[in-house]
């Protein structure tokens, strides 16, 4: 079993800056993928971006140029810097862990966190 756990967020004006970051416990060695995902309250969550074991990331479209994830293999975290933030990115943030397996990024995570709240105020 992989444990995953999320810190950061909070409340930031439009414009603004934040990050949130996860750390990983547990069988880390068959994690691939890290990734971030939101729930605003009333809508489905969704993917926001996530990151390969070898470093390489993706982005969803509402977010690619303004988030930056990166991740830190000996310490088993993965962090998600958000600038340029917007109202619409309210939402509880998720870190999620994905056991090695082939299919696109987005989906399959195995293991999640408790999420973190962000709130973009206008």
Same mark, same amino acid.
């Given at each position: 079993?992989?444990?995953? *756990?999320? $810190?950061?967020?909070?409340?930031?004006?439009?414009?603004?800056?934040?990050?949130?970051?996860?750390?990983?416990?547990?069988?880390? &060695?068959? =994690? #691939?993928?890290?990734? &971030?995902?939101?729930? *605003?309250?009333? +809508?489905?969550?969704?993917?926001? *971006? @996530? =990151? $390969? &074991?070898?470093?390489?990331?993706?982005?969803? #479209?509402?977010?690619?140029?303004?988030?930056? =994830?990166?991740? #830190?293999? @000996?310490?088993? !975290?993965?962090?998600?810097?958000?600038? $340029?933030? +917007?109202?619409? #990115?309210? @939402?509880?943030?998720?870190? *999620? @862990?994905?056991?090695?397996r082939i299919g696109t990024p987005e989906y399959d995570y195995d293991y999640w966190?408790?999420? !973190?709240?962000?709130?973009?105020? $206008?």
């Amino acid at each position: 079993q992989v444990q995953v *756990a999320e $810190s950061g967020g909070g409340l930031v004006q439009a414009g603004g800056s934040l990050s949130v970051s996860c750390v990983a416990s547990g069988r880390t &060695w068959s =994690i #691939d993928f890290m990734g &971030w995902f939101r729930q *605003a309250p009333g +809508k489905e969550r969704e993917f926001v *971006a @996530a =990151i $390969s &074991w070898s470093g390489i990331p993706y982005y969803s #479209d509402s977010v690619k140029g303004r988030f930056t =994830i990166s991740r #830190d293999n @000996a310490k088993n !975290t993965v962090s998600l810097q958000m600038n $340029s933030l +917007k109202p619409e #990115d309210s @939402a509880v943030y998720y870190c *999620a @862990a994905r056991r090695t397996r082939i299919g696109t990024p987005e989906y399959d995570y195995d293991y999640w966190g408790q999420g !973190t709240q962000v709130t973009v105020s $206008s």
